[in-house]
């Protein structure tokens, strides 16, 4: 599906309260509450909390210190960041990794899909976008199909899954 439909998909929030921008340096600290939530945590591949020291770290190497690595936000009008979704660069397979993660309060309102689709259709990449996804986490393995990511291969415990951009 290309960004024209995708588009189309996203008409439920589109002009709505909620909002999809780039993240900005402001966007750390709840990205960083979001990100330690036991129930973000629950499929991370690093399942431990961060310490706020060591998050503030890497966020700003990993996104403000010239890195091709990304991320937008989902903001609620008038309240606050409520979700984010990184796209960082692997130079070894030339693709971005997508992690997506919504404040578990707004879960299961669509917005996880509002957040990826939007992603999709603002990131508007030259590459393909790539997600690792524990099979028990049926919430998110369904958000990335229903977001045409096709399942390319799978083990134990993961399937692997790649997103083309047409254009
Ligand atoms: C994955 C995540 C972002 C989904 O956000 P969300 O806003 O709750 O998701 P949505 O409401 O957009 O729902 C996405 C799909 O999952 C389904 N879904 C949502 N909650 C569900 C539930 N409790 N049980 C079963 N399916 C559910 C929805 O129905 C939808 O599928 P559909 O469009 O076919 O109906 C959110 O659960 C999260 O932040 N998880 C922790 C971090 C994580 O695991 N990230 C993924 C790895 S990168």
Redesign the pocket.
Known sequence: MNAFFMEQKNKNYANSEYMVRTGEKIDSKRIWEIRNHP??R??SGNPEAIPWKQHQNWFERKYFAGADNHFFVLEKSGEETI?YCRLDFDSEHNHYI?????DPQ?????????LLSETIVKFNGSKNLA?E?QKE????V??FQ?NNFKILSEDEKNYYLKYTYLN
């Open positions: 129930l973000s629950q499929y979700g997508v992690s997506v993660a919504i707004f879960h299961g309102q669509g917005l996880g899909n509002f997600a996804i986490n049926i919430v998110s369904k958000l229903k």
